[in-house]
């Protein structure tokens, strides 16, 4: 069962199957123009990591910053969209937050693979 709010601010609950979530609908919600940002810094850590070692850390770093500043722009056109309607239900507020955090859960697993990459980088003892 999930909550779905339509164009007027009311969730109605419709029940989804599982396979309607995709990677597609998860960068679509996080943000067209923050995702791509985030994705083209996933690109350049891929290709640090063979041509430039030394900036692998930074670009996880920026990766991570990128989706951290995506969320806080999308919380705030959130707080905006909350006070024009004057009064919101919890549930349209914790969806807003759910679609929030799509950024920076991608920004933050960049950044993991960042670290990762470092440490198979680094010079055995």
């Known amino acids: 069962?999930?909550?779905?709010v339509d164009s007027?601010?009311?969730a109605h609950e419709e029940v989804i199957e599982r396979a309607d979530w995709t990677i597609s609908r998860f960068f679509v919600e996080g943000g067209?123009?923050?995702?791509i940002v985030?994705?083209?810094l996933l690109i350049a850590l891929l290709v640090a990591?063979?041509?430039a070692p030394k900036w692998v850390k930074e670009i996880g770093i920026a990766a991570m910053v990128a989706g951290i500043l995506w969320t806080l722009i999308?919380?705030?056109n959130m707080m905006d969209a909350i006070q024009m309607l004057g009064d919101a239900s919890?549930?349209?507020v914790a969806a807003g937050l759910k679609v929030a955090m799509h950024s920076t859960v991608y920004g933050i697993c960049i950044y993991f693979l960042?670290?990762?990459?470092?440490v198979i980088q680094k010079p055995r003892i």
């Not at 069962?1 to 779905?4: L, Q, R």
């Not at 067209?32 to 995702?35: H, N, P």
């Open 8 to 10: 007027l601010g009311v």
């Open 1 to 4: 069962m999930m909550y779905v």
């Open 90 to 92: 919890p549930v349209i």
């Open 49 to 51: 990591a063979w041509k």
């Open 74 to 76: 999308g919380l705030y």
């Open 38 to 40: 985030i994705t083209l």
């Open 114 to 118: 960042s670290l990762i990459i470092r």
């Open 32 to 35: 067209l123009g923050g995702m």
